[in-house]
């Protein structure tokens, strides 16, 4: 079985949980990062909780907008909150800028005082970039995304941080930056961002050219991983059947093959998610 | 029935202008929008919205009651992006005092508990520091030592909530499957009105949920009104989900001058009856 780009993208979500064990997969940065959290508990990594996307943790994997036959436990909103806090949950975010320290930006684009464009506001952002483990998902990866600057720190990156001082950087665990191009991380002396892995049929020339910063870059880049052909079975017969990820990231085609139309967006925002669960 | 109950007109008319007006509810769920659009339909103006915003920011905004804004977030959730609330906020017609959701949560703990604030870890290297130059710092006085944003008490004059029952007292009853924060608001407020899709005799109360959806006693309450329907365009679990098509038209409405004051002549320009009836014509239509 081929896979496709969305699937791919899945995958190297759900690589994002291996070793996290019995804590909340919080994947809220759309289709494909729900169903990253879902594939991991249904495969490699079982101990893993999930959500329903609103207040249930659901005790079996329920489909992409399915109903959960089995619930474990409930986590309405000041919960969740709390939970944010406490740093039991691994964050998957969406973000509408983020720079080379992974410093992210979902609040208003240009100066916030008089916004060129109000966005949704910080949401919970900050608290979850500072409390526990985050990672994001970027179902384009372009210049308008990956800036050198965002206009308003919501997520916290590794220099800010730092400079925060203890109680910013004591439980700050910012890991990785999955996009529909390539696996980005953070491994790199002063913790900018490195390119850690290419999809298949994507250069290295490609995704430096459309991220606005200067990446760092290793000798030998990496492909990353395909999908299994059991991760395969479980995403299209168990998990999506209806296919909703390859609308969220439309599948290239062969290298050389004009580009799916995209899917529009919502303006501003990361994913076609419910919005209404906190950041 | 006697008690606390009121009409949303009367509710409305115990407010004053410049006070700070909590609202419940979170995003585009369970928001007290019959008692929203009354304060549309008020001569208030010039109040402080603390909120985990919706339609209720939006409106509000739109209708030029508000001078600021405290919320982490405007949002109507199947929608992203609250319109009016972006538009008031790209021409500067309103100030915003932004927060982190966890920092605001604590700003309600705050004022429920007659505190000056509480210390979070949220906030710390963002930017919300920045755009809230007001925000102090406090210093842990045990061996940590650790240095923490002190959030503000969010004490308000008032707050509004929607509830799924209650009684005439003002005890009143979630039903759906999170209570949000509408007990915190009731407890951070100077008094609190409660709308709710029915009023129940006060034996009738458990009939319907469990003694934990009993959320909100009625020593927290000044008002009570039954407003079948208010928190429409809002869900209110179990009684109603969102009604996404009427949401629909309210965003495409709002990005056009001529649209928007064709929708606010068809469904804001009488009270809560008239609205609730343009709302069952225009399903009835659709």
């Known amino acids: 079985m081929t896979a496709t780009r969305a699937e791919v993208c899945v995958v190297a979500c759900a690589e994002a949980f291996r070793g996290d064990g019995e804590i909340l997969a919080a994947g809220i940065g759309g289709a494909i990062t729900m169903l990253a959290a879902r594939l991991a508990r249904l495969t490699f990594e079982p101990h893993l909780i999930t959500h329903d996307g609103t207040c249930l943790l659901t005790g079996d994997v329920p489909p992409l907008g399915g109903t959960p036959g089995v619930v474990e436990g409930w986590l309405p909103l000041r919960d969740h909150l709390w939970l944010v806090l406490n740093g039991r949950r691994h964050v998957m975010l969406g973000a509408s800028q983020l720079d080379r320290y992974g410093n992210s930006n979902i609040s208003c684009i240009g100066d916030w005082a008089r916004p060129r464009s109000q966005l949704l506001g910080v949401r919970g952002v900050p608290g979850n970039t500072v409390c526990g483990p985050t990672s994001y998902w970027i179902p384009k990866h372009s210049p308008r995304v990956f800036v050198p600057k965002v206009d308003m720190v919501s997520g916290v990156g590794h220099d800010r941080a730092a400079e925060a001082g203890p109680s910013a950087y004591r439980h700050h665990d ?16 002063d913790h900018s961002m490195r390119l850690a892995s290419v999809h298949p049929g994507v250069t290295v020339a490609e995704v430096v050219e459309r991220t606005g910063f200067r990446l760092a870059v290793p000798d030998t880049v990496p492909r990353t991983r395909l999908p299994t052909g059991e991760e395969l079975r479980v995403l299209r017969e168990v998990l999506d059947p209806g296919s909703l990820r390859e609308r969220e990231v439309p599948d290239p085609g062969p290298p050389g093959a004009p580009a799916a139309a995209a899917a529009p967006g919502p303006p501003g925002a990361a994913s076609p998610r419910e919005r209404g669960a906190p950041a | 029935m006697s008690g606390k109950v009121m009409s949303v007109e009367e509710i409305v008319g115990s407010l004053r202008s410049g006070m700070t007006v909590g609202i419940g509810g979170w995003g585009s769920r369970r928001k007290p929008m019959a008692l929203v659009r009354a304060l549309c339909r008020s001569p208030l103006e010039d109040l402080t919205i603390v909120s985990y915003g919706g339609a209720d920011v939006g409106l509000l905004c739109a209708h030029g009651k508000v ?135 006060t034996a009738d109360l458990l009939k319907e949920g469990p003694l934990q959806s009993l959320l909100i006693s009625r020593s927290m309450v000044t008002g009570v009104v039954e407003t079948p329907g208010g928190a429409h365009f809002s869900t209110c679990e179990p009684d109603y989900g969102r009604d996404e098509t009427f949401q629909r038209a309210y965003v495409a409405a709002a990005a056009d001058p001529q649209a928007w004051k064709a929708f606010r002549e068809r469904y804001l320009s009488g009270d809560e009856t008239s609205y609730q009836e343009a709302v069952r014509q225009a399903r009835e239509g659709a």
């Not at chain 2, 982190?100 to 700003?107: Q, R, T, V, W, Y």
């Not at chain 2, 710390?124 to 755009?131: E, F, K």
């Not at chain 2, 004490?155 to 009853?173: F, I, K, P």
């Open chain 1, 174 to 189: 910012l890991r990785r930056v999955v996009t529909d191009l390539a696996v980005l991380d953070f491994d790199t002396p």
């Open chain 2, 67 to 201: 001078r600021r804004v405290i919320a982490p977030f405007v949002t109507l959730d199947s929608i992203p992006l609250e319109p009016h609330f972006r538009a008031a906020r790209q021409s500067g017609a309103v100030e915003f005092t932004e927060y982190d959701e966890g920092m605001f949560m604590f700003g309600l703990l705050a004022a429920a508990h007659r505190l000056p604030f509480l210390p979070t870890r949220a906030g710390l290297g963002s930017d919300v520091t920045r755009v809230n130059p007001g925000l102090r710092t406090v210093r842990s006085p045990y061996p940590d030592g650790e240095e923490l944003i002190a959030v503000p008490a969010l004490t308000m004059d008032a707050a509004l909530v929607h509830l799924n029952r209650a009684d005439h007292l003002g005890n009143a009853q979630y039903l759906g499957p999170d209570p949000y924060f509408d007990d915190l608001y009731a407890k951070a407020a100077e008094r609190c009105y409660v709308s709710c899709e029915r009023l129940v005799d």
